[in-house]
């Protein structure tokens, strides 16, 4: 069992709905972050957090870290939303290796129709 | 402000054979990761540098694997002798602090 785990794994959802990707970990953490891969390039940062709740422009993410669980959701989703989405977490001090190096989850393939 | 680069963009080379991937960070980034994304698997850490040197590289799969970071600005990666296992895609990414991370877009390697 990987130490995050995404769900799901892939996602086809037409323009306009509301999307939510869910993260869970299983490891005591630093820090929780949401990364974008679009086809054929590079990965984006979208989110770091450590509690609570954040949101920029259409995506909020949120944790709980007594659930260790963290969700993204995309509201009115739009075909230009369609990227592979990741879940990294950075471990805390007892989860040993450096400050920083991320564990990945394997990424929700999400996929917006017009 | 220029992002991370990484060069080459692809690279196909055969079974024993040397490839060395470079990796620019931002400029003024204290801190330089290696991951690797094999087919089908979740991206893995190789190792972290801080300025020049290797903070924790745990995650370098074997000694065929040599990272360098000389005078703690650019670095690279050098696979000596590669293994078709060593097939993926890799990534680098830098940040000031041990915060947010900025990737690069990544060197495909193949090893045929």
């Known amino acids: 069992k990987n130490e995050v785990e995404q769900s799901p794994q892939n996602l086809t959802a037409q323009e306009g709905e509301f999307i939510t990707i869910n993260c869970s970990y299983s490891?005591?953490?630093?820090?929780l972050h949401w990364l974008q891969q679009h086809p054929g390039g590079g990965i984006v940062s979208l989110f770091m957090?450590?509690?609570g709740k954040k949101k920029h422009g259409r995506l909020i993410a949120t944790i709980n870290i007594q659930e260790k669980h963290s969700s993204l959701h995309i509201t009115a989703s739009h075909p230009r939303d369609s990227a592979v989405y990741i879940c990294?977490?950075?471990?805390?001090?007892?989860?040993?290796?450096?400050?920083?190096?991320?564990?990945f989850g394997k990424g929700t393939k999400l996929s917006v129709k017009p | 402000e220029a992002g991370v680069t990484q060069f080459p963009s692809h690279s196909v080379i055969e079974k024993g054979q040397t490839v060395t991937l470079r990796c620019d960070p931002i400029?003024?980034?204290?801190?330089l990761y290696w991951y690797r994304r094999v087919m089908g698997k979740e991206i893995k850490f190789l190792l972290h540098?801080?300025?020049?040197?290797?903070?924790?590289e745990s995650g370098m799969p074997n000694n065929r694997f040599l990272a360098e970071r000389t005078g703690g600005t650019y670095s690279t990666l050098k696979v000596q002798p590669a293994e078709l296992e060593d097939s993926g895609v890799y990534f680098c990414?830098?940040?000031?602090?041990?915060?947010?991370?900025?990737f690069g877009p990544g060197t495909r390697l193949t090893v045929t």
């Open positions: 490891v005591g953490i630093s820090a």
């Open positions: 540098f801080v300025k020049e040197s290797k903070q924790d």
């Open positions: 990294a977490v950075s471990g805390d001090m007892n989860y040993g290796g450096s400050q920083g190096n991320l564990i």
């Open positions: 400029s003024g980034h204290d801190n």
């Open positions: 990414a830098s940040s000031p602090t041990s915060g947010e991370q900025y």
């Open positions: 957090l450590s509690s």
